[in-house]
Nanobody, 122 residues
Framework: QVQLVQSGGGLVQAGGSLRLSCAVS????????MGWFRQAPGKEREFVGA????????DYADPVKGRFTISRDVVKTTVYLQMNSLTPEDTAVYHC???????????????WGQGTQVTVSS
């Protein structure tokens, strides 16, 4: 069983920055990926970005490219989502997720974090 513990988030003004963290509860070996998704009220869950743990390849959704950055700390088994130049359209609950295998844009991940609210005021 893999558990994901998220931290970060909160309220920020447009143009500001926030960083989210997602810690994996135990060291996991093998081929896996960690993703970030978000869900705004009344909308479907949306892919934000993902990182393949082995090798570190990263993919982003178009709306966040150039503004959001995913990174990882191998020792701490933690993945980060640095969000810059935030807009009110980024307001959502953000979830990290873990899956075995290759990274995916679809929400077909095996484990999910508890979610954290990000609110961007105009």
């Amino acid at each position: 069983q893999v558990q994901l513990v998220q931290s970060g988030g909160g309220l920020v003004q447009a143009g500001g920055s926030l960083r989210l963290s997602c810690a994996v509860s135990r060291r996991t070996f093998g081929n896996y990926a960690m993703g970030w998704f978000r869900q705004a009220p009344g909308k479907e869950r949306e892919f934000v970005g993902a990182i393949r743990w082995s090798g570190g390849s990263i993919d982003y959704a178009d709306p966040v490219k150039g503004r959001f950055t995913i990174s990882r700390d191998v020792v701490k088994t933690t993945v980060y989502l640095q969000m810059n130049s935030l807009t009110p359209e980024d307001t959502a609950v953000y979830h990290c997720a873990f899956k075995y295998g290759l990274l995916s844009h679809a929400p077909d991940y095996d484990y999910w974090g508890q979610g954290t609210q990000v609110t961007v005021s105009s």
